[in-house]
């Protein structure tokens, strides 16, 4: 999708916000794109949609799968 239809679409006012892609994610996470299909062949990484044979990502999730990934394992 190009990016003016991508911000169009965006500031519609329906409070939707864009799926992302794999190599979105990997970015955001600092991660290879690889890694990202072994947690989800895994099952541990965030949720994942399949979109035909796409897999995209919903930004809350990954937020929310990144907050607790971050409070794993941490104790005082």
């Not at 799926?19 to 989800?40: C, F, R, S």
């Not at 099952?43 to 949609?49: A, D, E, F, M, Q």
């Amino acid at each position: 999708m190009p990016e003016n239809s991508r911000r169009a679409s965006n500031s519609s006012g329906s409070g939707r916000t864009p799926l992302a892609a794999p190599d979105e994610v990997a970015d955001y996470l600092g991660v290879p794109v690889k890694t990202l299909y072994q947690w989800h062949h895994r099952r541990i990484g965030p949720n994942v949609l399949k979109v035909g044979r796409h897999l995209r990502y919903r930004w809350p999730e990954v937020e929310e799968w990144l907050t607790a990934q971050s409070t794993y394992g941490l104790s005082a």
